[in-house]
């Protein structure tokens, strides 16, 4: 069961986001249907401003696919590092999500334990010195 996967934020998936959320439009009350298209060199500018803000943000993205085994996660963030700018990237996990007191959070509706992705924190015993 594949369990591990790398969040973060790169270049490409901002721009890609800033992509999505620029519109392409802008109101004006004398253009028929009270908007006008905005030019294309105007509306890069505007991309790569919010490619920048996103950068600069803290929102994270799940960049990587499932895993098995956290190695292979460490592998995609040591190849991502080398080719592409990047920030904050980590290894989550799927896990059993839970509260301040540690105990697991119930879903009302099914009474099962929701389950989401938790930081995953290598074992210090694990490592070699």
């Known amino acids: 069961m594949s369990t591990f996967a790398v969040f973060g934020m790169t270049l490409d998936v901002a721009k890609a986001e800033a992509r999505k959320k620029t519109s392409g439009t802008r109101k004006n009350v004398k253009a028929p249907g009270g908007v006008e ?10 991309v790569e401003k919010r ?12 960049l990587s696919p499932m895993f098995d085994a956290p190695q292979y996660a460490e592998h995609f963030i040591e190849l991502a590092r080398k080719t592409i700018p990047c920030r904050d990237m980590r290894i989550r996990t799927k896990a059993v999500l839970t509260d301040a007191k540690g105990k ?3 879903n009302p509706k099914t ?13 210090q015993d694990s490592q070699a010195a």
């Not at 298209?37 to 505007?46: F, G, K």
């Not at 490619?51 to 799940?62: D, H, L, Y």
């Open 37 to 46: 298209p905005i030019p294309e060199a105007e509306w890069l500018a505007l």
């Open 111 to 123: 009474k099962a334990p929701r389950v989401g992705f938790a930081e995953w924190l290598p074992r």
């Open 51 to 62: 490619t920048e803000k996103i950068m600069a943000g803290s929102t994270v993205r799940q």
């Open 104 to 106: 697991p959070i119930i």
